[in-house]
């Protein structure tokens, strides 16, 4: 509900602003369809007036709902969801049936005036997705991957579909390995099961950019409060100056010289993924 999400929102932007992270808002398009609702989202740039901030939309929505969505937060970017799978299984009243979405994407992408990203929401990306944005102008992809919060499972749950999606997709360290083979040239934002700061240093050894993390996050808000989470932030930052350390990197650019080897899992994927040249 509306008053549980604004609770949350705020919440999230005070601790975003004593850590110092980056946040992103949840869609707004209910606050696009009901304008009365928009306060919810303004007050996280009230309770981060200096932070980073990413809006967020939906890729139905027009460049003209894109603007208005940045302005409410004073937005620093824009990201635009695609949850094609989430799509399938919600009514046809709800869902967005057309997936025409990757040109409205660009059209936003080149007029906006900040950057865009288009963010999966759980169920990976995949080489063929990869090579489709890497020609357009977006300036960043969040990968989404499978393992964290699923949309396909929120939507049975609430009695909209029986059809069952959650073995469906890539997690995040797949999507991580269809870029490196899909040649990616986007900035990527690793997202989808992270819950440590041991998954952070992986993501970031995988080639991510940036990583986030939301259904965990949530959870400890919602169980333990805002205080154990932004404890909870502390202690992954310490971490990951102990985890540099051990792998003998000074800064993020250094993971780049870093060996490691891949699960048997991900070695299996791979195999499949190179020697069939298999292209989803």
């Given at each position: ?98 997936f025409y979405w ?13 950057p865009v990203v ?163």
């Open positions: 509900g509306s008053k549980m999400g604004n609770r949350i929102n705020l919440e999230l932007a005070e601790i975003a602003a004593s850590q110092k992270l980056a946040m992103a808002v949840g869609s707004q398009s209910i606050a696009l369809k009901y304008p009365e609702l928009a306060e919810g989202f303004r007050q996280v740039r009230q309770h981060n007036p200096q932070g980073f901030i990413f809006a967020n939309i939906g890729a139905g929505h027009s460049l003209e709902n894109a603007q208005k969505a940045v302005e409410m937060l004073s937005a620093d970017a824009l990201e635009i969801h695609i949850n094609t799978g989430q799509e399938l299984v919600m009514k046809d009243s709800e869902g967005d049936r057309s990757l040109e409205n994407i660009n059209g936003i992408a080149e007029n906006l005036g900040v288009v963010k999966e929401v759980g169920f990976g990306m995949s080489q063929k997705m990869f090579k489709q944005l890497s020609q357009t102008a977006v300036a960043g992809i969040n990968i989404g991957g499978k393992g964290g919060t699923n949309f396909a499972w929120i939507e049975r749950e609430r009695g909209q579909t029986t059809l069952n999606l959650d073995h469906y997709g890539f997690t995040g360290p797949e999507s991580l390995v269809e870029a490196r083979l899909a040649k990616n040239n986007k900035p990527l934002i690793a997202t989808g099961a992270v819950s440590s700061s041991m998954d952070i240093l992986a993501a970031q050894l995988f080639g991510a950019s940036l990583v986030s993390s939301a259904g965990y996050v949530l959870s400890v808000l919602k169980d333990e409060g805002s205080q154990a989470l932004d404890e909870l932030f502390s202690q992954w930052k310490d971490e990951l100056v102990k985890l540099y350390t051990l792998v003998g990197a000074r800064q993020f650019n250094d993971l780049s010289q870093v060996e490691f080897i891949y699960n048997q899992s991900l070695r299996h994927f791979l195999e499949e993924r190179k020697d069939k040249q298999i292209i989803l």
